[in-house]
Nanobody, 117 residues
Framework: QVQLVESGGGLVQAGGSLRLSCAAS????????MGWFRQAPGKQRELVAG??????NYADSVKGRFTISRDNAKNTLYLQMNNLKPEDTAVYSC????????????WGQGTQVTVSS
């Protein structure tokens, strides 16, 4: 089973940018669908962005500001976050699932993103 480790979180001012990385183990990384989730205090976890066989999707709240991508040669998933807003503050986690299945079976520990106003 794939193991995932996030990095790149931190403190940034509103309007700034961060790039999150998710390093994956396993030889079959390229065969997984991947997603970035976030959970803010007092709120439910939500899907921020997903990527499946070249197709990407985004939550309306981040569309146009965030970009999900992957480098299969490096076994790494990325989330480029631009024009950050205080409401983006959350713990961000990456997750993996088998193509064609409806649930994510592997999760990272998460990385904290804090956006100050």
């Amino acid at each position: 089973q794939v193991q995932l480790v996030e990095s790149g979180g931190g403190l940034v001012q509103a309007g700034g940018s961060l790039r999150l990385s998710c390093a994956a183990s396993g030889r079959t990384f390229s065969g997984y669908d991947m997603g970035w989730f976030r959970q803010a205090p007092g709120k439910q976890r939500e899907l921020v962005a997903g990527i499946s066989r070249g197709t990407t999707n985004y939550a309306d709240s981040v569309k146009g500001r965030f970009t999900i991508s992957r480098d299969n040669a490096k076994n790494t998933l990325y989330l480029q976050m631009n024009n950050l807003k205080p409401e983006d503050t959350a713990v961000y986690s990456c997750a993996a699932k088998i193509y064609g299945l409806g649930y994510y079976f592997a999760w990272g520990q998460g990385t904290q993103v804090t956006v100050s106003s």
